[in-house]
């Protein structure tokens, strides 16, 4: 869901009501790039193996943001539909860092977490999160995630606390001297990409003023491990397709 506050301003829309107006090709076009931003196209375009770490943002729901705060829960998940996978963790590696925003907040960053390696996507057996949990959470996420047929989840292996410091995303953004931009906070934001020097400034800023909870990273379990496994939706829809903007405002606020 989409989030009031000074920091948070719409990101304008590309194209227009005038671009489906025009031939049928434009149309096409136009379908194809509706809401889908620049954030968007970050998560599913090629990333180069010699990139420098990505800062991702996201707005959680309560009690998931303090969760992570509190170094209780320890990845972040989205569900996938039924022959469609979600994109926005797709292109996430590890050293990654992923900022968690409180949703009742006014966007005031909560924790980041270090991702830990690359994500792992449509998986069935979702006891391979409990073990990243509070054991008081595991009803509430299988809830959320009760009617996914599969899922995908990144792990941190390092998580910082920034609830002593109540300081605003675009307050973070300027003491690292990272640009400070129109963030549409629905679903994942890419808050830098290509700047090398921005998550080595984070990373000193948090050593220097969190508070930090480590864990080991750990090999992932195959998607395909059986167990408490999510019941596959019986109709067959094709292999599944990555797909970012359009899975956003359904995982606006994830677990």
């Known amino acids: 869901m989409a989030v009031a506050g000074e920091e948070v301003a719409a990101v304008e829309a590309e194209g227009g009501m005038a671009a489906e107006a025009r031939g049928a090709a434009a149309s096409t076009a136009g379908r194809k790039g509706r809401g889908k931003g620049k954030d968007a196209r970050n998560a599913t375009a090629a990333r180069p193996a010699d990139g420098p770490p990505w800062i991702v943002a996201k707005i959680l729901q309560p009690p998931w943001d303090s969760d992570v705060a509190n170094g209780d829960k320890r990845f972040e998940c989205v569900r996938n539909k039924p022959g469609r996978?979600?994109?926005?963790?797709?292109?996430?590696?590890?050293?990654?860092?992923?900022?968690?925003?409180?949703?009742?907040?006014?966007?005031?960053?909560?924790?980041?977490?270090?991702?830990?390696?690359?994500?792992?996507?449509?998986?069935?057996?979702?006891?391979?999160?409990?073990?990243?949990?509070?054991?008081?959470?595991?009803?509430?996420?299988?809830?959320?995630?009760?009617?996914?047929?599969?899922?995908?989840?990144?792990?941190?292996?390092?998580?910082?606390?920034?609830?002593?410091?109540?300081?605003?995303?675009?307050?973070?953004?300027?003491?690292i001297k990272m640009p400070v931009k129109a963030w549409h906070f629905q679903g994942l934001v890419h808050l830098s990409v290509n700047d090398r020097e921005a998550p080595e400034a984070l990373a000193r800023f948090l050593d220097a003023n969190c508070r930090a909870h480590t864990f080991p990273r750990v090999p992932a379990v195959p998607a395909t491990m059986g167990g408490d496994a999510v019941t596959v939706m019986a109709r067959a829809e094709g292999p599944a397709e990555a797909v970012a903007g359009e899975d956003a405002a359904e995982e606006a606020s994830g677990t």
């Open 85 to 175: 996978r979600c994109g926005q963790l797709t292109n996430l590696r590890a050293n990654d860092f992923f900022v968690i925003l409180g949703a009742e907040t006014s966007c005031t960053a909560m924790a980041v977490g270090r991702i830990g390696g690359p994500p792992e996507n449509d998986v069935r057996n979702k006891s391979v999160l409990y073990d990243a949990l509070m054991p008081v959470r595991k009803r509430a996420l299988d809830q959320y995630l009760k009617d996914a047929p599969t899922f995908n989840y990144v792990l941190f292996d390092q998580v910082y606390d920034l609830r002593p410091l109540r300081i605003k995303v675009a307050d973070l953004a300027v003491r």
